[in-house]
């Protein structure tokens, strides 16, 4: 892997993951439109930067779990605990804001 797609990927996270939406995601509707993407970038910062990383290059860059390792130099265990932690909270975040945007009934 070239060092230069590394350091994009490890550096600038929030730059490219809503871009590059794949299969993978787990909430592919919200980043669909120009405003999912803020949105999308909005579930991300709420990510500790430990688990952001591991998510987007794993859901969104397409990198393997011993790619992940090898670069971070961590443990493969460490990478896919980041990514259960990271799905979980994604997912949990994503939720949130939707029930902020979802218009409300009035009275």
């Known amino acids: 892997m070239p060092a230069g797609r590394s350091v994009l990927a490890a550096s600038a996270p929030k730059t490219t993951a809503c871009r ?3 299969t993978r995601d787990p909430t592919p509707k919200l980043c669909s439109t120009r405003s999912g993407f803020v949105n999308c ?3 991300l910062d709420e ?10 290059l ?8 011993p790619e992940i390792a090898e670069l971070l130099t961590i443990p493969i265990g460490t990478v896919a605990s980041r990514l259960r932690r990271a799905r979980e909270a994604f997912e949990q975040a994503a939720s949130k ?7 409300r009934g009035g009275v």
């Open 20 to 22: 590059k939406v794949s």
């Open 41 to 43: 970038y909005r579930v």
């Open 47 to 56: 990510l500790s930067d430990d688990l952001r990383v591991c998510f987007v």
């Open 58 to 65: 794993y859901e969104l860059e397409g990198m393997s779990s």
């Open 97 to 103: 804001l939707k029930a902020r945007l979802q218009p």
